[in-house]
């Protein structure tokens, strides 16, 4: 008998096809809506395998309910929507994609710099609104991101592929991590602070830490106030690591220049949220590693984990 495959999202016909010579593939069929949580906690109970996206909130509650389970493949690197402890007593193997985004999120960690910075979601609807009547000294000026201070939070792969890309701007990189990374300062000149100094000093400060219980709530009203009234403070890590309603008064009060956001911590953000009502937020609904490529190649990594798992070989991308 095939082990049966769940798949919580609509994938492409020419990547879900092949799998059905050795699975039997039941799939959510739209694109539109995702699968509703109730819909999850039927499926999970015969799934032998589930192949799951950011937002399926995979509990410990939840995981005791599945029968069969072996193997969660997440399409993401981040993995913070599965209790992974619960999954590894539960013997179950949990995988992601490492690696493969890299390089496409920190380019839209660096556009969302760049489009905070120079105003650019507010001039472009300027123009198309008709609202643009005039040439003025100081009309839609924004800030340059050339030779200013990047500080990173979170320098792991991401941190650092951005990192990479503020070299080619003159910027000076400080960074905070939970360790060190004497190589790097070494090799490129990235200086490492204490996270308070790191805010006081910096003109961006862009967060890529994972989700975690640690992170959860890292960026609050003191942190924002810590930083400097004409910083950019950009978030491509995960909603709920910068609490939003302190982002909300410190942007409100002018206390931080501006920020940029590609994550939130209800997706999709509803319309009627503060944050949307200012002009100095910019928002991205969740596209930090949307390119054809690259998410091509996060649904062959998490197939990769699939065959192992299959042929009994080490799973690779493993997190438990
Ligand atoms: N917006 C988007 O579409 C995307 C968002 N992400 C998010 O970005 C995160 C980072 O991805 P990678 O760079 O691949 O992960 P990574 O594991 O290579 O880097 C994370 C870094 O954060 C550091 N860190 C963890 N806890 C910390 C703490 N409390 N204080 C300071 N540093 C801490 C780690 O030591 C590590 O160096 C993911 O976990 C995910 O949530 C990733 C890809 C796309
Ligand atoms: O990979 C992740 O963690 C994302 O947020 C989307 O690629």
Known sequence: MKPILWITCKLPEEIVEPLKSWADVREWPTVEVNMPH??????????????????NRVSRELLQTAKNL???????????????????????????????LTETTADLAFTLMLITARRIIEAADEVRNGDWTYWGVNHLAGRDV???????????????????????FNMEVLYHNRRRKPQAEEAYGFSYRELDALLQE??????????????????????LQLMKNTSILINVARGGIVQEDALYDALKNGEIWAAGTDVFVQEPVSTSHPLL???????????GSATLRTRKEMME?????????????PIRHRVV
């Open 38 to 55: 109730e819909k999850l906690e039927e499926i999970i109970q015969e799934a032998d395998i589930l192949w799951t996206i950011m937002d």
């Open 70 to 100: 072996k193997l969660i493949c997440n399409l993401a690197v981040g993995y913070n929507n599965i209790d992974v402890e619960a999954a590894k007593e539960l013997g179950i193997a949990v995988t992601n994609t490492p690696g493969v």
């Open 146 to 168: 050339h030779g200013a201070t990047l500080g990173i939070i979170g320098m792991g792969r991401i941190g650092e592929a951005l990192a990479q890309r503020a070299k080619g």
């Open 202 to 223: 910096s003109d961006y400060v862009v967060v890529l830490t994972p989700m975690t219980p640690e992170t959860k709530g890292l960026i609050g009203k003191r942190e």
């Open 277 to 287: 009502t200012l002009k100095n937020f910019v928002a991205l609904p969740h596209i």
């Open 301 to 313: 990594m998490n197939i990769e984990s699939m065959h192992d798992y299959l042929e009994g070989n």
